[in-house]
T-cell receptor
Framework: DAKTTQPPSMDCAEGRAANLPCNHS???????VYWYRQIHSQGPQYIIH???NNETNEMASLIITEDRKSSTLILPHATLRDTAVYYC?????????????FGSGTQLTVLP | GAGVSQSPSNKVTEKGKDVELRCDPI?????LYWYRQRLGQGLEFLIY????????KSGLPSDRFSAERTGESVSTLTIQRTQQEDSAVYLC???????????????FGPGTRLLVL
């Protein structure tokens, strides 16, 4: 199982880009990197995922290094509502299931 | 519906009582997961349903926990003889569930907050 490492907390000024790093040095060739976030008292929310190419959607951009050992989630214009815990995940398969395993994540606080 | 829904949103029960938690997955999603999240902690996998296959129950913590799913629709998680340690948020997620697919995006419901007194 590929393990991920994230900083425990980060602050970002409202309107600025938030760059959240993640290390996954033991990732396998066919494992995807997923990002979810969890706003206080809500269920986890899917943000984006990628294999090796950079990805962008309406919520964020995902930059994966060429060696795939790390990635960065970019929220281009952070708002107060982006304050949440952000989880970087590499797909884990145990038995027949493909359940997600969340680490401790990064608590992003967007400051006014 | 547009997303995964769960009911009730909150449940307070007395120790020893049985509770039933409901999950309505996104229409067309064949895979359904139940997780538990204790206060300040990460997700704990409970059970996984994929189409008509036998469910993967490897995460259920004890025989007091059981779950059913009717076809590819609603699922019910039942906790019998609840204990205070069962207090947590119970989260349901669904995904398209392509067999053999490595990638599989899971979409979560808002959760049911269970408090056992």
């Amino acid at each position: 199982d590929a393990k991920t490492t994230q900083p425990p907390s980060m602050d970002c000024a409202e309107g600025r880009a938030a760059n959240l790093p993640c290390n996954h040095s033991t990732i396998s060739g066919n494992e995807y990197v997923y990002w979810y976030r969890q706003i206080h008292s809500q269920g986890p929310q899917y943000i984006i995922h990628g294999l090796k190419n950079n990805e962008t959607n309406e919520m964020a951009s995902l930059i994966i290094t060429e060696d795939r050992k790390s990635s960065t989630l970019i929220l281009p214009h952070a708002t107060l509502r982006d304050t949440a815990v952000y989880y970087c995940i590499v797909r884990v398969k145990i038995g027949s299931a493909r359940q997600l395993t969340f680490g401790s994540g990064t608590q992003l606080t967007v400051l006014p | 519906g547009a997303g995964v829904s769960q009911s009730p949103s909150n449940k307070v029960t007395e120790k020893g009582k049985d509770v039933e938690l409901r999950c309505d997955p996104i229409s067309g999603h064949t895979a359904l997961y139940w997780y538990r999240q204790r206060l300040g902690q990460g997700l704990e996998f409970l059970i996984y349903f994929q189409g008509n296959s036998a469910p993967d129950k490897s995460g259920l913590p004890s025989d007091r926990f059981s779950a059913e799913r009717t076809g590819e629709s609603v699922s019910t998680l039942t906790i019998q003889r609840t204990q205070q340690e069962d207090s947590a948020v119970y989260l349901c997620a669904s995904s398209l569930g392509f067999p053999g697919a490595v990638q599989e995006t899971q979409y979560f419901g808002p959760g049911t907050r269970l408090l056992v007194l």
